[in-house]
């Protein structure tokens, strides 16, 4: 599989924007499905790269021209920086210097950051009921983030919609017995999309809102 190629999946033509081990991002390319090239601000279709290899069928191998893949960035990770045994704080971190302590406590290494290669992105945080919260563009005098100041930035975004009883992600549906709950620990960064052409990444647990949905050992 390659960035561009198309695809027929589940009875539409569709055109592979960007994908890793675990989850594959998609256009449409159908003349009846809404496009969303011409637009500046959007959410990626997405699914399991599991659930894509067994109901696609290759077309063909094609290419973005270079002004979409400079908004859209594919080379970008689709998540980076996930953590299992901490969680974001609904306190006020002063500095960079207290965020390493709080890392240090965690068993956390400055050196297992990723760093993001951008200079500027928009970030989602999340209610912990997984409902997206108004967003916030960080810019760097870099050309690269660092992955270690990038994450302390976005412990200061994500700490307003947390509640430090709650250290985790909430899931709900309804089942026929009642209703059924997950819950996601841990922290990460997960890519949505694009707003205003500028890359986008929505703040999480430990595994993205996709892998939530089939990892039924966190049901309650």
Request: aromatic residues 14%; hydrophobic residues 35%; neutral net charge.
């Amino acid at each position: 599989m390659t960035v561009g190629d198309e695809y027929v999946y589940i009875d539409s033509q569709v055109k592979i924007l960007m994908f890793d081990n675990n989850e594959v991002f998609y256009t449409y390319i159908d003349a009846d499905k809404s496009d969303f090239t011409k637009y500046k601000t959007v959410s990626y279709y997405r699914t399991t790269s599991d659930h894509f290899t067994k109901n696609a069928t290759y077309i063909r191998s094609s290419e973005f021209n270079k002004n979409f893949t400079s908004i859209h960035r594919p080379d970008l990770p689709l998540k980076l920086n996930c953590f299992k045994n901490i969680f974001w704080s609904p306190e006020k971190i002063d500095n960079l210097n207290d965020f390493k302590i709080l890392l240090n406590d965690k068993g956390i290494s400055q050196t297992e950051f990723t760093n993001l290669n951008i200079n500027k992105v928009v970030i989602f945080p999340q209610g912990q009921q997984l409902s997206t919260k108004k967003s916030t563009i960080l810019e760097t005098d870099n050309e690269v983030f660092s992955g270690l100041e990038l994450i302390y930035q976005c412990f200061q975004i994500q700490r307003e919609h947390v509640n430090i009883k709650k250290p985790y992600f909430s899931r709900f549906r309804l089942i026929q017995v009642g209703r059924e709950e997950k819950r996601l620990s841990g922290i990460g960064l997960y890519r949505l999309g694009i707003k205003n052409n500028v890359p986008s990444y929505y703040l999480g647990g430990y595994l993205s809102s996709l892998e939530l949905e089939s990892e039924d050992s966190l049901i309650i």
